[in-house]
């Protein structure tokens, strides 16, 4: 058995060395030009630069060119003063007026009368509980639960609870309030 293996040892040794001449046959062994030799297959042949008369137009062009400025100094990095901008022209025409029964204004958004003075989970990583402070009443309230029969909590964080009217879909949010000390 270790006659196996030494023998499979030496017959993949011989394989990689003959891969490798292989290799370096093919690289090495030929003579080829790399791309940052100076020798190329074709002759040189030089540029016709006889017309030198575009470069020189473009050169006395640049050499003419005049500066303009514009008033800001290149030198300080404050921005330039913006300028007033244009005055609308005044139109005939007085602005528009609806005409008829005005939709009603919005609802204002809900409040919650009661005080977010703390939140806790019983287990651990279950589902969070706010202490909302109703007078001298403490009630425990969960995400979904709906007090003050409108007022549906969506969420308890950290610092804040959002909740939304049922009524009208409108939502808002309260900070978590420290109690008094005692």
């Known amino acids: 058995?270790?006659?196996?293996?030494?023998?499979?040892?030496?017959?993949?040794?011989?394989?990689?060395?003959?891969?490798?001449?292989?290799?370096?046959?093919?690289?090495?062994?030929?003579?080829?030009?790399?791309?940052?030799?100076l020798f190329t297959s074709t002759p040189y042949t030089p540029i016709n630069a006889e017309d030198y008369g575009k470069p020189l137009e473009d050169l006395k062009k640049a050499r003419e060119t005049e500066y303009k400025p514009s008033g800001r100094n290149i030198f300080i990095a404050t921005a330039q003063a913006a300028s007033?901008?244009?005055?609308?022209?005044?139109?005939?025409?007085?602005?528009?007026?609806?005409?008829?029964?005005?939709?009603?204004?919005?609802?204002?958004?809900?409040?919650?009368?009661?005080?977010?003075?703390?939140?806790?989970?019983?287990?651990?990583?279950?589902?969070?509980?706010?202490?909302?402070?109703?007078?001298?009443?403490?009630r425990i309230v969960g995400e979904g639960d709906t007090v003050q029969n409108h007022i549906r909590i969506t969420h308890i964080g950290n610092d804040r609870i959002e909740y939304e009217d049922v009524n009208t879909g409108k939502k808002n949010s309260t900070n978590l309030e420290m109690p008094p000390p005692a």
């Open 84 to 138: 007033p901008p244009p005055e609308a022209p005044k139109s005939a025409n007085p602005p528009f007026v609806p005409k008829g029964p005005m939709p009603p204004p919005e609802p204002p958004p809900p409040v919650l009368s009661m005080k977010f003075y703390g939140l806790g989970a019983l287990p651990a990583n279950g589902p969070r509980r706010a202490f909302l402070l109703d007078g001298e009443e403490v």
């Open 1 to 37: 058995m270790a006659q196996t293996k030494q023998r499979k040892e030496i017959i993949a040794l011989v394989v990689l060395a003959a891969i490798a001449v292989f290799v370096w046959y093919g690289y090495v062994g030929k003579n080829r030009v790399g791309a940052g030799t």
